[in-house]
């Protein structure tokens, strides 16, 4: 930037997209400020820093500022942007940051609507064991790198999650660009699929004329595409066609074991995070780990000793005998993912969950797709819808979608005000060695500071 920049305003920077930016700026020697509606463990890490955190959102907040980065999730009509620029400030949002930052290292970016986070921490920790010195910004806190999402590097790469929510990530310009999957999310900014597939092209072409583009090739959508992608291109999946190619997958005591087929040779895989959509995450790891030359023992290696990022699969603890396990799901695919990684990771246990609804245009969007994705459940409580900052303009209520659950069959589906009054219900059904998940994308976390 010059020099010409000193002073960095981020709104919304309890945001766990913004909160790693504002870290990186931190550490690149930029006096950062944010703001954000709420405090958290976020907002607490980013002041023990010495960022200046503002509760809520003031126009008085932004004075001095030389630049104002935002979130996605930060409206036109936020009284700190629309002071901005009133005052002439530049206003960009977090991909450009991103992009810029990314404009002087090698970038590879990950999107997709499922496994962005997983894939970005698998491929961080793989250059990480390689001694690369990535600079790492992911989705979630990676316990491999000190419980952040955030780290500096010295070395040429920079890792990180490409948001495609609102189109946002073709501000990037990758050397590698991967995609893990496609699905029917973020309409409200979309509108169509075609549009969200021109999308997702124009991003796998962004890449340069020596770079790579990473796709699933068993995706239906990204089949459509496979043609239209002019980059240098490798795909993962189970069909033979695909470049890496699951050959045998088994669950083992410890996690899964797998046998890959890479062009003329094969590559066994041992993961200890469960389901076979990791071992797809995986795969496209693998692929980037190889076009960066990376040995194929330093590569397994990383993904073998990979735990997680936080609320991904986590395991929080049990109480009287009963696992509880947080997740982020909150899209019916990823519900239907988590529940199959729970059945196989606990054969013959019970599996309950609690689900708190994310976004009222999600639900609206996707209801029958919501009332149909908890038939592996043993039991599911569905809390009030979490707004995130919406208003329930088609006044849903997660009684509505418990009422559609039971007329698709899945009696076992209870209405609940909070998360909370879902984990005792669930409680006084389980017993030892059930498992009790928690799942969505809003507050529902915070139960465990009741629980533990």
């Known amino acids: 930037m010059y020099n010409k920049i000193h002073r960095i305003h981020l709104i919304g920077i309890g945001g766990i997209g913004v909160s790693g930016i504002a870290e990186l700026l931190q550490t690149h020697g930029y006096t950062v400020t944010g703001?954000?509606?709420?405090?958290?463990?976020?907002v607490r890490r980013l002041r023990s820093l010495g960022i200046q955190v503002f509760l809520g959102h003031q126009a008085e907040n932004v004075v001095g500022a030389e630049l104002v980065v935002y979130s996605s999730a930060v409206g036109p009509n936020n009284p700190e942007l629309s002071y901005a620029r009133e005052l002439g400030l530049p206003t960009i949002r977090r991909a450009e940051m991103l992009a810029e930052l990314m404009r002087l290292k090698h970038g590879i970016a990950v999107a997709g609507a499922h496994g962005k986070t997983t894939t970005t921490s698998m491929i961080a920790l793989i250059l990480l064991q390689a001694e690369l010195d990535p600079t790492i910004i992911v989705g979630g806190r990676m316990d491999n790198i000190g419980g952040t999402n955030a780290r500096m590097g010295m070395g040429k790469f920079l890792v990180t999650e490409a948001d495609e929510s609102d189109g946002s990530f073709n501000k990037l310009a990758p050397s590698i660009a991967v995609v893990t999957n496609m699905d029917r999310e973020h309409m409200e900014y979309y509108?169509?699929?075609?549009?969200?597939?021109r999308s997702f092209l124009s991003f796998l072409n962004k890449v340069p004329f020596y770079g790579?583009?990473?796709?699933?090739?068993?995706?239906?959508?990204?089949?459509?595409?496979?043609?239209?992608?002019?980059?240098?291109?490798?795909?993962f999946g189970k069909k033979p066609k695909n470049d890496?190619?699951?050959?045998?997958?088994?669950?083992?005591?410890?996690?899964?074991?797998?046998?890959?087929r890479i062009g003329n040779g094969e590559q066994r895989l041992k993961l200890r995070v469960p389901g076979i959509h990791n071992l797809y995450n995986a795969l496209a790891a693998l692929a980037v780990a190889d076009e960066l030359a990376i040995p194929r023992s330093v590569s397994s290696e990383a993904l073998y000793a990979y735990t997680?990022?936080?609320?991904?699969?986590?395991?929080?603890?049990?109480?009287?005998?009963?696992?509880?396990i947080d997740d982020y799901a909150h899209h019916p695919?990823?519900?239907?993912?988590?529940?199959?990684?729970?059945?196989?990771?606990?054969?013959?246990?019970?599996?309950?969950?609690?689900f708190q609804p994310h976004r009222f245009s999600r639900v609206e969007d996707l209801f029958d797709e919501f009332s149909e994705c908890f038939k592996d459940s043993d039991a599911v409580c569905v809390t009030d819808i979490y707004a995130a900052g919406e208003v329930n303009a088609q006044g849903l209520h997660a009684e509505l979608l418990v009422e559609n659950m039971h007329r698709r069959g899945i009696t076992?589906?209870?209405?609940?005000?909070?998360p909370l009054d879902g984990i005792a219900c669930?409680?006084?059904?389980?017993?030892?060695?059930?498992?009790?998940?928690?799942?969505?994308?809003?507050?529902?976390p915070s139960v465990y500071r009741e629980l533990f």
């Not at 890496?244 to 797998?258: D, K, L, N």
């Not at 997680?308 to 509880?324: H, M, N, P, S, T």
């Not at 669930?426 to 529902?444: E, F, K, M, N, P």
């Open 35 to 42: 703001s954000d509606l709420r405090e958290s463990d976020t």
């Open 191 to 197: 509108q169509t699929m075609r549009k969200l597939k």
């Open 212 to 235: 790579l583009s990473v796709f699933n090739g068993d995706d239906p959508y990204l089949q459509l595409l496979r043609r239209r992608v002019t980059r240098r291109k490798v795909t």
């Open 244 to 260: 890496y190619c699951i050959r045998q997958y088994s669950v083992t005591p410890g996690g899964t074991e797998s046998l890959i």
């Open 308 to 324: 997680g990022v936080q609320r991904r699969f986590q395991e929080k603890g049990k109480r009287d005998g009963v696992l509880f």
């Open 333 to 354: 695919t990823e519900i239907r993912m988590t529940l199959a990684a729970a059945r196989e990771r606990f054969p013959g246990a019970k599996i309950r969950a609690v």
């Open 412 to 418: 076992q589906a209870s209405y609940v005000k909070s």
């Open 426 to 444: 669930l409680s006084a059904q389980s017993q030892a060695g059930d498992v009790i998940l928690t799942l969505g994308a809003g507050d529902i």
